[in-house]
């Protein structure tokens, strides 16, 4: 059981980086992508 | 775009719906992006399955190897990243071009890679108890990760000293090149020094894979995930330091233009004609 806990642990600490990592940026992308012109952003 | 009336017996014009152009164009993402992330869900979804469900227990490491197939994946896209940093330094550094977007990159990518060979470390130290029975040894391949995890937090420091975007990117060039040289040494010290960390995952002493197909494949599902994962983040966070970039132009353009009216301001009571002088107008 104590492996379970660990293994566990360790997959959700992965996902829960990944997600919280994935959120944080596309975030920020969009707070700073309201105060840039479409004509800007070379990738619109 | 026409649609069919139930209430009537002509098609009538529907004009209110969105341009599907407009709307995907949110932030920093693109119709590539929003693809190439749903991959990235997909894998990530079949590397629990695998993972955790199909791959079998292994002979010595029991259940514990589970964690592998996300400890393994989270090192080799830190790897990654700072391999990418380096070469967007050195494509940055050495081109006469001396091109803006290549500093982006390296930048990006280094943050992405910090995040996850913090997120190895931690991983690793719960492995480490499960196999090992500590969380922690000075062993060399720890000791070296821990330093490289250092090393980049360094990096990144060094990124907001200050300055223009051009010495900004000049300094973290030639120190993103410098300390990609820790990853052939990390990698490397299993081999150098007596390491309790295991050698290679996959192969044996004489270089054949030595691992299940199952467990060979549930590696290969965490490898893709990560790997697409990071292209993932790394355009995102690309486009984001663009704009942030650009923005920090504006506000400085902006301060020197307040400035220089403030200049113009000033100098105007000195510069100004002196108002002439009213004549005879006491004897009207």
Known sequence: MEDAGFIIGSYLLTFGVVALFSWRVVRHGRKLADRVPDDEKYWA | MTTFDPTGTESVPVTSAPAPHDSYRVGTGTRATRVLGLFTIVSMGWLVVFGLGFSPADRDQDEAVRILYVHVPTIWLAYLAFVVTAIASALYLFPKAHSLGWDRLAGASAEIGVAFVAVTLVVGALWGRLTWGVFWQWDARLTLTAL????????????????????????????????????????????????????????????????DGLMLFSLFVGVIAFTLLYVWLVLHRTRAMAMEDLLDDRQLDSALEARRAEARIDAAPESAPEPAPEVGTEDR
Do not use: C, N
């Not at chain 2, 410098?178 to 044996?204: A, C, M, N, Y």
């Open chain 2, 148 to 211: 490289l995890f250092v090393s980049y937090i360094g990096y990144l420091a060094v990124r907001r000293l200050g300055g223009t975007h051009e010495q900004r990117a000049r300094r973290s060039a030639v120190l993103g090149l410098l300390i990609v040289l820790e990853i052939p040494l990390l990698h490397f010290s299993v081999k150098l020094w007596r390491s309790l960390h295991q050698g290679s995952t996959l192969t044996d002493p004489s270089g054949d894979v030595k691992m």
